[in-house]
């Protein structure tokens, strides 16, 4: 049980362009989602906490109309990083947490390369 | 505010022997701690987790930390290194609760070596 899935696990793009990456919660229902940003031989880094259907909160310094967040249903949260540049190319990865389990699983996370 | 500590970067340890990794932990009101595992290109696996019940937690593939209140550490343990056990360990904090964020230390790589 508590199986998080991210799609596409690797995604290349072009400067300028946008990109959507989508966390499932597979077996339960997720009211809170997070986004996490990890770059090479760091740790993760929280970039906002999606709560369903309302808005997501932001970590200091992340950009709100750069990295778009919606969750839209109990199992789905969607990040679209927008007008991606090459200092955006990173390891991105979500959680979700088990409700009454005080837990985050983790999704597998998806590798962002913008060129 | 919450913080980790996990001092070191690196560890290296023979097959069968035991591995310790240390976490230290700094909370203002009663942490929730956890220990996730990562290997190469993927998300993080919950190796295990204190959630103020039983102080010595047991988890996942033989690995046991211990919660001391005293020390203010949650140091991971596990008496005989396998080689599929070389991956990244992180070390976590929260204040507990579905909405709650996590706080990671920096990590650590263990080595196993043959």
């Known amino acids: 049980g508590a199986v998080v899935s991210q799609h596409p696990s690797r995604v290349i793009c072009k400067s300028g362009t946008s990109v959507k990456i989508e966390c499932r919660s597979l077996d339960f229902q997720a009211t809170t989602m997070f986004w996490y940003r990890q770059f090479p031989k760091q740790s993760l880094m929280l970039m906002a906490t999606s709560n369903e259907g309302s808005k997501a909160t932001y970590e200091q310094g992340v950009e709100k109309d750069k990295f778009l967040i919606n969750h839209a249903s109990l199992t789905l949260s969607t990040l679209t990083v927008t007008s991606a540049h090459p200092e955006d190319s990173s390891f991105y990865i979500c959680?979700?947490?088990?409700?009454?389990?005080?837990?985050?699983?983790f999704g597998p996370g998806t590798r962002l390369t913008v060129l | 505010a919450q913080s980790v500590t996990q001092l070191g970067s690196h560890v290296s340890v023979s097959e069968g022997a035991l591995v310790l990794l240390r976490c230290n932990y700094s909370s203002s009101v009663p942490p929730y701690l956890f220990w996730y595992v990562q290997y190469p290109n993927q998300g993080l696996q919950l190796l295990l987790k204190y959630t103020s019940a039983a102080t010595l937690v047991k988890g996942i593939n033989g690995f046991e930390a211990e919660f001391k209140k005293s020390e203010t550490s949650f140091h991971l343990t596990k008496p005989s290194a396998h080689m599929s056990d070389a991956a990244e360990y992180f070390c976590?904090?929260?204040?507990?609760?579905?909405?709650?964020?996590?706080?990671f230390g920096k990590g650590i790589t263990l080595s196993v070596r043959p």
């Open positions: 976590a904090v929260s204040v507990g609760g579905a909405n709650s964020k996590l706080t």
């Open positions: 959680s979700a947490s088990l409700p009454f389990t005080d837990t985050q699983y």
